[in-house]
């Protein structure tokens, strides 16, 4: 089993930045790969951002795209999101997740039934 432990959620003004981390414990590897997910009350749990570990290749939502970056440290079994120019509409709790089954192609890796383990959540706010 993977455990997730997601860190650097907090309050940001819009144009500011955050980064994220989920570290991963309970297996010397995290999995075929991982990503983020966030959610606001009311809403479904949207994806954000995946990684597959060997290689390096991301994925993006269109709405992200060009302001996060999902990252890895191999060594630390870790992986960060890079949030900048953050707007009032990413206010959401933001969560990590992993374990999927290996081989998936990176375009599937958008829906959350696929990842078998979840970190407990962390809240980004950003105010107007």
């Known amino acids: 089993q993977v455990q997730l432990v997601e860190s650097g959620g907090g309050l940001v003004q819009a144009g500011g930045s955050l980064r994220l981390s989920c570290a991963a414990s309970?297996?010397?590897?995290?999995?075929?790969?991982m990503g983020w997910f966030r959610q606001t009350p009311g809403r479904e749990r949207e994806f954000v951002a995946a990684i597959i570990w060997s290689g390096d290749n991301t994925y993006y939502a269109d709405s992200v795209k060009g302001r996060f970056t999902i990252s890895r440290d191999n060594a630390k079994n870790t992986v960060y999101l890079q949030m900048n120019s953050l707007k009032p509409e990413d206010t959401a709790v933001y969560y990590c997740a992993g374990d999927p089954p290996g081989g998936l192609p990176l375009r599937v890796l958008n829906k959350d039934v696929y990842f078998r383990s979840w970190g407990q959540g962390t809240q980004v706010t950003v105010s107007s």
């Open positions: 309970g297996r010397t590897f995290s999995g075929y790969a």
